[in-house]
């Protein structure tokens, strides 16, 4: 009984970032206000000649969502191609 439990927890733990990101595109969604936000800070980046798939900028995003990195950028390649397919 224990091992099926411990299997079902390790199950249950893997699947943890599937719904997170499906939780990150659906607050992509709701929001556009907010994802054109970043897609104006993009913009800046990019004036500057800095990628929006860079550091600085997933730091950015990261920081203002209180986003781990990875999740970071999974959020703006979400925004980028819902909202600002413009950015690079």
């Not at 969604?29 to 900028?57: L, Q, T, V, W, Y």
């Not at 990261?62 to 979400?78: C, D, G, M, Q, R």
């Amino acid at each position: 009984m224990k091992s099926f439990l411990f299997l079902l927890f390790l199950f249950s733990n893997s699947l943890y970032p599937v719904f997170g990101q499906s939780n990150l595109l659906e607050s992509v969604k709701k929001n556009p206000d907010e994802a054109m936000n970043i897609c104006n800070k993009f913009r800046e980046f990019n004036s500057k000649g800095i990628s929006a798939s860079s550091d600085k900028a997933i730091e950015f995003v990261s920081k203002k969502n209180n986003l781990t990195p990875v999740n970071a950028e999974i959020f703006s390649i979400y925004v980028i191609g819902l909202h600002c397919p413009d950015i690079i």
